[in-house]
């Protein structure tokens, strides 16, 4: 579904994973994201959703590509 645009905003994309309905004849779900054999809902908090979105923020910019002190990890 975002995959093809249909989500714009961020925290539409993580109500769209925490409410997801499970998909009972999905064999392919990794084992860790079943509860018996079904999948699971993420069933975050509102504040975990705000939490996840602002960590999500920090991980955008351009400084690691533009910074000399980023060039080189040796």
């Known amino acids: 579904m975002m995959h093809t645009g249909d989500f714009i905003e961020f925290q539409t994309v993580i109500e769209h994973y925490n409410e997801v309905i499970p998909d009972v004849n999905n064999n392919t779900l990794d084992l860790r994201l079943r509860r018996g054999n079904n999948g699971i809902q993420l069933e975050l908090s509102a504040n975990e959703r705000a939490a996840l979105e602002?960590?999500?923020?920090?991980?955008?910019?351009?400084?690691?590509?533009?910074?000399e002190r980023w060039s080189s990890p040796f």
């Open 54 to 67: 602002a960590f999500v923020k920090t991980l955008t910019g351009s400084t690691v590509y533009t910074d």
